[in-house]
């Protein structure tokens, strides 16, 4: 059985951008991640030993946007789809990264990466 985590606006500060105000001043960024996995040994077991962990990636995620400085989102979102692809159930995976305000007239700008173990 494959199932499949959402991780919902993960709502970060950290920073982000290249231009000088953008690195003194940590900046709000919103991620969302998508997980599947093999939950077959989790579905017949009921043990969480057997499941996606998604509480410890969480954590994880969390430490290292924020603990970081990041010129690009996309280096932002290449970063997380490491500790992804450290978790060994993972067999696919989305990440996008939002940034709000960025532009003038937009809610804000957002990149997307995917994973895939297969690749």
Same mark, same amino acid.
């Given at each position: ?41 989790? /579905? ?6 057997? %499941?996606?962990?998604?509480?410890? +990636?969480?954590?994880? @995620?969390? #430490?290292?946007?924020?603990?970081? /400085? ?6 932002? %979102?290449?970063?997380?789809?490491? +500790?992804?692809?450290? @978790?060994? #159930? ?30």
């Amino acid at each position: 059985m494959i199932a499949t985590i959402h991780i919902k606006n993960l709502r970060l500060r950290t920073f982000i951008g290249f231009n000088e105000e953008e690195r003194i001043k940590k900046q709000d960024v919103v991620i969302n991640i998508t997980l599947n996995y093999d939950a077959s040994a989790a /579905s017949q077991t009921d043990n969480v030993d057997d %499941a996606c962990n998604y509480k410890v +990636l969480t954590k994880q @995620v969390i #430490e290292r946007v924020e603990s970081q /400085s990041f010129n690009l989102l996309e280096k932002m %979102a290449a970063d997380i789809i490491e +500790l992804i692809r450290e @978790v060994d #159930e993972v067999l696919q995976a989305e990440v996008e990264i939002d940034k709000p305000h960025a532009l003038r007239f937009a809610d804000s700008v957002s990149v997307k990466a995917t994973y895939n173990k297969s690749d």
